[in-house]
């Protein structure tokens, strides 16, 4: 089981997440995390590939809620708040920013979608 987390700061300016730990801290924007949410919405209910979301690039955390001991509930400005954000999603989320987010990116541009919301989106058939 990961440890808790020793400081957890929200930045509603720049909507960026610390999140520290004892041996290390990260940096998490609302855009990765609601893209990257740990919800059945976007991860599946069998574990499948993710499914891409676009157009996010502007969202915001509006709401910050503590479940038990060991995660939390974000509630992000375009509605969603179903992904339960334990102490481990967030340490796995961190290690893995850098490749998340280049295959995110790769995958946007494969599909002619955009992080820019408010864009007409067409995927390629």
Do not use: C
Request: no cysteine.
């Amino acid at each position: 089981m990961t440890e808790a987390p020793i400081n957890i700061q929200f930045h509603q300016q720049s909507q960026i997440l610390d999140i520290v730990y004892s041996d290390v801290s990260y940096h998490l924007s609302a855009e990765y995390l609601r893209v990257f949410s740990p919800s059945a919405e976007v991860r599946g209910h069998g574990g499948g590939p993710l499914k891409l979301i676009a157009g996010k690039k502007d969202v915001k955390i509006i709401n910050i809620e503590p479940v038990g001991h060991y995660a939390v509930k974000l509630t992000f400005d375009d509605g969603h708040d179903s992904g339960l954000y334990t102490w481990q999603t967030f340490r796995e989320l961190g290690e893995q920013h850098s490749d998340n987010w280049q295959h995110y990116l790769e995958r946007l541009a494969n599909e002619h979608l955009s992080r820019e919301p408010n864009t007409v989106q067409y995927k390629k058939l």
